[in-house]
C-alpha cells in the first residue's frame, strides 16, 4: 500500500523568508508525485507533479519541488514567500498503473507572517 | 472554461438520513472522483468514475456510493447517516488518463447532527 508523510502538521514562516515543506512517500511501485493547495473555503489546486525526467520540478506562483528517489522524497520549496501563500498544503502519490486514485497526504498548514 | 461545480455547497442533515451530492467536470472530463476531507482523517479517496463505470475505489462502507451519468456529471450517495460523516466533499474532474491533472470543485459541507 501507498502511503504519504509529511511531517510538519504546521509551518510559519516570515514574510519574503524561504520556506521548505517536507513530504516522503512510502510505496513498492513506481508514483507519480504532486503537490496540491488548499486555500481556506476552496478545493485544491494542482502547483506541480513529477512524471519522470528531471528530478527539479517548476510549478506555479514560484513554488518548486525536488523528487529524491533514494530518500522517497519530494519535498516543496519557495525562496521568498507572500501573505498570500498562507494555505494548506497537500503532498500526494498516484501509482502509475492506476487511473486517477491520488493518496494525499496529511497537509501542513503554511502561515506567512507579516 | 467553466470549473468544476458542486451542488449543494451547505448541507445539514440528520442521523439516519440520506444524502446525494452532485458534482458537474469540466466540459470533456471524462473522469469524475470523490474525496471526504476531515481534520481528523484528512482527505480520503472513495470512488472514481470513468465513463459511466466506477474505475477505482477507497475503503469506505457501502453506504457511500456513487454513479456517473453520460454527461459525465456524478452524484454520490450516503445512506443511513452517521455523525462521523460530517465532512466536506470534494469532487475532482479530469480527462481519466494516467497522471491527468484533477481540478477540483469548491465542495459540498455536509453537517450530521
Known amino acids: 500500500a501507498q502511503s504519504v508523510t509529511q511531517l510538519d502538521s504546521q509551518v510559519p514562516v516570515f514574510e519574503e523568508a524561504p520556506v521548505e515543506l517536507r513530504c516522503n512517500y512510502s510505496?513498492?511501485?513506481?508514483?507519480?508525485l504532486f503537490w496540491y493547495v488548499q486555500y481556506p473555503n476552496q478545493g485544491l489546486q494542482l502547483l506541480l507533479k513529477y512524471l519522470s525526467g528531471s528530478t527539479l520540478v517548476k510549478g506555479i506562483n514560484g513554488f518548486e519541488a525536488e523528487f529524491n528517489k533514494s530518500q522517497t522524497s519530494f519535498h516543496l520549496r519557495k525562496p521568498s514567500v507572500h501573505i498570500s501563500d498562507t494555505a494548506e498544503y497537500f503532498c500526494a502519490v498516484s501509482l502509475k498503473t492506476s487511473y486517477d486514485k491520488v493518496i494525499f497526504g496529511p497537509g501542513t498548514s503554511l502561515s506567512v507572517i507579516p | 472554461k467553466a470549473g468544476v461545480t458542486q451542488t449543494p455547497r451547505y448541507l445539514i442533515k440528520t442521523r439516519g438520513q440520506q444524502v446525494t451530492l452532485s458534482c458537474s467536470p469540466i466540459?470533456?472530463?471524462?473522469?469524475v472522483s470523490w474525496y471526504q476531507q476531515t481534520p481528523g482523517q484528512g482527505l480520503q479517496f472513495l470512488f472514481e468514475y470513468f465513463s459511466e463505470t466506477q474505475r477505482n475505489k477507497g475503503n469506505f462502507p457501502g453506504r457511500f456510493s456513487g454513479r456517473q451519468f453520460s454527461n459525465s456529471r456524478s452524484e454520490m450517495n450516503v445512506s443511513t447517516l452517521e455523525l462521523g460523516d460530517s465532512a466536506l466533499y470534494l469532487c475532482a474532474s479530469s480527462l481519466g488518463a494516467l497522471a491527468s491533472e484533477q481540478y477540483f470543485g469548491p465542495g459540498t459541507r455536509l453537517t450530521v447532527t
Open positions: 510505496s513498492s511501485v513506481s508514483v507519480y
Open positions: 466540459s470533456g472530463h471524462r473522469s
